[in-house]
DNA sequence: CAAACTGTTTAGACTCAATCCAAACCTGGA
DNA sequence: TCCAGGTTTGGATTGAGTCTAAACAGTTTG
């Protein structure tokens, strides 16, 4: 799996005995489309700029139940909850001056596999594994 | 550096102008005691019984002092923030079933060095990095 | 020894994210 | 078109965490 695919909400949709909405479309195409990984606060703002009057339950609900899916997934760094679209195997890099949040390429951290882990523990059931990484990132870095 | 030191914490405060109080020394003792990652809840109740009418304003001052200090850090899993006295270089093993965070010990990793994760991004500057585990644990996975 | 100074604690008010709820509403199938 | 059941709404509610003013404690100064 990759990238939130409408697609695979509109399959999720009819097999699960749920129904899509233009609330629930509209969210997931902004979370498609988002190039950063937006709190909760932002895809209300975003939404309701398209679909007026859509209330946070909503938001919360469709985002709860897209994390549950395993759709998009949940990231927390400095104090913040955000969302992330992109479920493909990737980790993060944050930058401890303006806590932008990265995505870095499984490609990348190829040094560290999960067969490893999995060997690593013993009695613990390996399923998989997350690296986040800390610094600055390239405009701090020069600012 | 490895598990929070009562001796560094009273080093630490005489050198930044701080005082140290009964309720900071308890706050302390209790974070060095706890074998687990007790949320800020956790302390408050902990403290309480060996120190009555300590205010929870006293509990979050003391732990984003330490927090600040780099003395313990955060850890947010299931929707919770912990607090974690190990800042020795190590990971997490988070049980997916009952939430439970392990520590895995940095020389577990060993794979993955921070040397690669740097030479990995090439504008952001890499200061460390940690890894997060997910599956079940010993428990969670016989039951 | 007492006053003054500085940093701390307390209790309660307050903020903000997230959830809950009942009533109105909408979607998809018959 | 009608109906049943899932969904949305907006307001109330919860709960973590912060803020504030007043009381307090340890130190230093006169």
Redesign the pocket.
Known sequence: MSRLQAQTVETMVGEN????????RIIVEYLQSALNHP???EVFHAVNEK?P??????V???L?WLKGSGLISEVFEGGV?RYDPNTSNHHHFVCRKCGKVEDVGAELVGAFQLEQAAALLGSQKVENFEITIRGLCADCRTA
Chains 1, 2 share one sequence.
């Open positions: 005995g749920l129904k899509m909405t233009p609330q629930r709190t909760a606060d679909f009057m859509t209330s946070r339950a909503t919360y609900n469709t709860n909850v």
